[in-house]
């Protein structure tokens, strides 16, 4: 594998400008996909700032001004309380060869990490299929999923990201745990390059697929996200697990059918399905 970063599709510096996203808007998951789908572009990630909006006037309204003390009072989020101060955090390796290593979480909120105790959960479902297979993290964010993979045995992992700071961090996270060569790191839209990576392989080395959307996205972009599955589920070789992970309240009726083995933890319910073995689908 590749020790660098594949970027693909790139947004042009000058993006938000002509595309109308204001640098003072945090946008939403939902309304961040909108705009990237009207314009036919990746979706950029949240845009940070003090959350003005425009009166009618073209005047920016909102902006913390300065208080009688002399000093900036703290920017407020959309309920009007002041915004917290977002820190990096330590997600640490669970289990494996890395066990109690840590993978750096930049802290933002366009990356939700998936909580500790239902990574746990995962892997323990997953047990040995990890062992030698190549895993594929389609929306990596802080790569824990793929780090968390690689402690466990998995040969190699892919993992795609669109984000160019949680880019970043990914590559120096593999570079710290010293699995850089085990790693391939995709910038880009996930949606572009799924059909690519997932297409028939030349080989039978199992697939460990991870499909980790953010949970808007199981609503704003479910035709494309069920592609990405049947794809997945019908080019995967023998021995392959494909992990969904959604929030409880989906509609797993409207999955692709097969034996699913879903399980619920809170407000997360995370799917596991087994592709059916098909006598010469590998060549």
Same mark, same amino acid.
């Given at each position: 594998?590749?020790?660098? @970063?594949?970027?693909?599709?790139?947004?042009?510096?000058?993006?938000?400008?002509?595309?109308?996203? *204001?640098?003072?808007?945090? /946008?939403?998951?939902?309304?961040?996909? +909108?705009? +990237?789908?009207?314009?036919?572009?990746?979706?950029?990630?949240?845009?940070?700032?003090?959350?003005?909006?425009?009166?009618?006037?073209?005047?920016?309204?909102?902006?913390?001004?300065? !208080?009688?003390?002399?000093?900036?009072?703290?920017?407020?989020?959309?309920?009007?309380?002041?915004?917290?101060?977002?820190?990096?955090?330590?997600?640490?390796?669970?289990?494996?060869?890395?066990?109690?290593?840590?993978?750096?979480? *930049?802290?933002?909120?366009?990356?939700? =990490?998936?909580?500790?105790?239902?990574?746990?959960?995962?892997?323990?479902?997953?047990?040995?299929? @990890?062992?030698?297979?190549?895993?594929?993290?389609?929306?990596?964010?802080?790569?824990?999923?793929?780090?968390?993979?690689? !402690?466990?045995?998995?040969?190699?992992? $892919?993992?795609?990201?669109?984000?160019?700071? +949680?880019?970043? &961090? @990914?590559?120096?996270?593999?570079? %710290?745990?010293?699995?850089?060569?085990?790693?391939?790191? @995709? +910038? !880009?839209?996930?949606?572009? $390059?799924?059909?690519?990576?997932?297409? $028939?392989?030349?080989?039978?080395?199992?697939?460990? $697929?991870?499909?980790?959307?953010? /949970?808007?996205?199981?609503? &704003?972009?479910?035709?494309?996200?069920?592609?990405?599955?049947?794809?997945?589920?019908?080019?995967?070789?023998?021995?392959?697990?494909?992990?969904?992970?959604?929030?409880?309240? %989906?509609?797993?009726?409207?999955?692709? =059918?097969?034996?699913?083995?879903?399980?619920?933890?809170?407000?997360?319910?995370?799917?596991?399905? &087994?592709?059916?073995?098909?006598?010469?689908?590998?060549?």
């Amino acid at each position: 594998m590749g020790t660098g @970063i594949t970027y693909f599709a790139a947004a042009e510096p000058d993006f938000v400008a002509r595309r109308g996203w *204001h640098p003072d808007i945090t /946008y939403s998951a939902a309304n961040r996909f +909108a705009i +990237a789908k009207r314009f036919d572009t990746a979706i950029l990630p949240a845009m940070k700032g003090p959350n003005s909006k425009r009166n009618n006037s073209g005047k920016k309204s909102g902006i913390s001004k300065k !208080s009688d003390s002399g000093k900036n009072s703290a920017p407020k989020n959309s309920s009007g309380k002041p915004s917290k101060v977002i820190k990096p955090l330590k997600l640490r390796i669970i289990g494996g060869d890395m066990r109690g290593r840590t993978v750096t979480y *930049h802290g933002a909120d366009f990356t939700r =990490p998936m909580k500790d105790n239902i990574r746990e959960n995962l892997f323990n479902i997953l047990g040995r299929a @990890i062992k030698s297979s190549v895993a594929f993290d389609l929306f990596a964010g802080t790569g824990a999923l793929g780090f968390e993979s690689l !402690s466990r045995g998995a040969s190699s992992c $892919v993992m795609v990201e669109q984000n160019r700071q +949680a880019v970043r &961090e @990914i590559q120096k996270t593999a570079e %710290t745990l010293d699995v850089a060569g085990r790693t391939k790191i @995709i +910038a !880009s839209d996930t949606f572009r $390059v799924a059909g690519s990576l997932l297409a $028939v392989p030349a080989q039978d080395t199992p697939w460990i $697929v991870y499909l980790c959307p953010p /949970y808007a996205l199981w609503t &704003e972009a479910f035709d494309p996200l069920m592609l990405i599955l049947k794809t997945a589920i019908a080019n995967a070789p023998p021995g392959s697990v494909i992990v969904t992970e959604t929030d409880k309240t %989906t509609d797993l009726d409207t999955f692709p =059918p097969g034996d699913w083995d879903y399980r619920t933890y809170g407000k997360t319910t995370l799917g596991f399905i &087994e592709p059916a073995n098909r006598c010469g689908a590998l060549s």
